[in-house]
């Protein structure tokens, strides 16, 4: 494969938020992906925007919509951003994509054949009576993608250290 079809492990996130596990997660993927030799892809899914509330808003007058939606925007742009200075503070050569879920079929698309496989943390859900699986696991699966679900990042954390003790 050339430089810009190097295979891919991609890192699938869920929150705007870094969380110690996810900051873990990262951590480990880097490792991964240079025993595999391959790149490493952050996907930031987002859930749908505040700024679809303001497109709909039938009241507000077309200047209150439109600064509504410049300014949720903008908070979303800060957030992705902060999310992105971080990512890459833990690890400089990875690229981060800030996608809705609705777009991550074509983001797949785009990628296929590339993608060894894909990490993400396991969601823990308030109520396990009514827990399924986050949608994004139908897409993966859809596009046969293997994905490796961590479910407790202690034992990588303490592999981490060891390796890098700091």
């Known amino acids: 494969m050339s430089k810009t079809q190097d295979p891919l492990l991609l890192v699938v996130l869920t929150s705007p938020e870094l969380s110690q596990k996810e900051s873990t997660l990262i951590k480990f993927a880097h490792r991964l992906s240079r025993g595999l030799g391959a790149k490493i892809e952050i996907v930031n899914l987002r859930s749908s925007s505040l700024a679809h509330y303001g497109e709909v808003d039938t009241l507000a007058s077309f200047k209150d919509k439109n600064a509504f939606i ?12 902060k999310l992105d200075q971080k990512l890459h503070h833990i690890c400089p050569e990875v690229r981060v994509n800030f996608l809705k879920k609705d777009e991550l079929e074509q983001f797949l698309h785009v990628k296929k054949g590339r993608i060894l496989f894909a990490i993400t943390i396991y969601q823990k859900i308030k109520f396990p009576i009514f827990s399924k699986r986050p949608s994004f696991f139908k897409i993966l699966e859809k596009n046969n993608i293997n994905v490796l679900e961590i479910r407790d990042t202690s034992p990588i954390e303490k592999h981490i250290q060891a390796i890098n003790p700091t």
């Open 70 to 81: 410049s300014y949720v925007r903008d908070l979303e742009r800060d957030e992705e951003e």
